[in-house]
């Protein structure tokens, strides 16, 4: 992903992905003689924290990058929240999901750890920085 991949939009007054990003998909293949399922590769989500707001974006890795069909992959997410005051900000990224594909549609919700990582960073309370 590139550091253009969250682009705050000032008329929507909220964060959004790059056209090119918000359009990427991959397919995944279950097995040789199974369908193809596409899937959005990126995902953003608005983050609002008690006194900071930011952003959360998710990207499916494809392990293979000449070939965009992949039999399993890895959910990595990047966030950055700032406080209301714009003098602090908190960063990072990690995998949150592990996505199997070998029987049948892949269970793209299952085990997938996005929704706790954004209610966890949704708690996150600055201290004041005077």
Known sequence: MSDSSAIYNSQTQQWDLSLDDKKELIYVIV??????????????YQLKAKNATGWLVTN???YSNNDPQLTSST??????????KRTQQLCGNGDVQYIAASHGKPELTKGDYTPYLIQILETIKFTDDK
Not at 31 to 44: D, E, G, M, P
Not at 75 to 84: G, I, Q, V
């Open 31 to 44: 097995n040789t003689n199974s369908k193809a399922y596409s899937v959005l590769r990126n995902q953003i």
């Open 60 to 62: 499916i890795s494809n």
């Open 75 to 84: 959910k990595m997410a990047w966030f950055c929240l700032t406080n209301t």
